[in-house]
């Protein structure tokens, strides 16, 4: 059972066509890609689970935004981190919108201010 024909010192005679047997190759490369792409998914999946726990751990988060002076009277209200909080291949676009958004901000109150 090692593979080889004991009487003729042969591998062992392959029954079916060629049709058949390019059938099969067909089908175990189809198998093979299945396997890979399911390995591949694993690995995210389990790079998404260990962020996901990373999350967990630093549940206790303490607020950092909007950062203001300590003499000033309020504190931070959110927890803010791009980083660790969004998904490598969306923080481009999270960081874009954020910085639009404090220019905005910057520009009413500046409009605000000129007013008076």
């Known amino acids: 059972s ?3 024909n004991a009487e003729y010192g042969q591998p062992p005679k392959q029954y079916g066509n060629e049709e058949t047997m390019q059938k099969q190759k067909l089908v175990e490369d189809e198998f093979r890609k299945r396997e890979e792409d399911l390995e591949r998914r694993e690995r995210q999946l389990r790079e ?3 962020r996901l726990e990373d999350a967990r751990v630093y549940g206790d988060r303490v607020p950092n935004f909007p950062p203001l ?3 000033f009277p309020c504190d931070p209200c959110v927890y803010h981190n791009i980083d660790f909080d969004i998904p490598p291949e969306h923080q481009l676009s999270v960081r874009r919108v ?3 958004w404090q220019f905005t ?3 009413y109150l500046m409009n605000f201010i000129v007013c008076f």
Do not use: A, D, L, T
């Open 69 to 71: 002076p300590h003499f």
């Open 98 to 100: 954020f910085y639009h």
């Open 2 to 4: 090692s593979g080889i």
């Open 105 to 107: 901000v910057f520009c």
């Open 48 to 50: 998404e689970q260990k």
